[in-house]
């Protein structure tokens, strides 16, 4: 069952895709500087993912997710940017680097 890794996201299983059309993405671990952009957003102290840790599709724009297909997908340059961090961790994220 996915849950996303997020500090206080609740996405965390099935009921949540299927009613509220939320998506659980794997950390691109064959990336490494992209790998690297998305854990240092997470803002997650000495933690780093393992191949069933997940992000929700909470976190990306409208503009990181391919939906062309059946399938949604995250575009190859998609890097999380939406977070809902308390005010002391509410600092400069690393964006998409083109």
């Known amino acids: 069952m996915p849950a996303c890794v997020s500090f206080g996201c609740t996405n965390r299983d099935e ?3 299927r009613e ?3 998506t659980f993405h794997q950390f ?3 990336d490494p500087e ?3 952009r998305w ?3 997470t803002k997650r102290d000495k ?10 599709s909470d976190h990306f ?4 997710f391919d939906r062309t ?3 949604v997908r995250l575009r190859p340059n998609a890097v999380p940017t939406i977070f809902g961090f308390p005010d002391h961790l509410q600092k400069c994220l690393v964006t998409v680097i083109v």
């Open 28 to 30: 691109p671990h064959c």
């Open 47 to 56: 933690w780093l993912p393992n191949s069933r840790s997940r992000l929700c």
């Open 69 to 71: 297909g059946q399938t």
């Open 61 to 64: 724009t409208d503009d990181s």
């Open 20 to 22: 509220k059309g939320v």
């Open 15 to 17: 009921r949540n895709k």
């Open 34 to 36: 992209r790998l690297r």
């Open 39 to 41: 854990v240092l957003n």
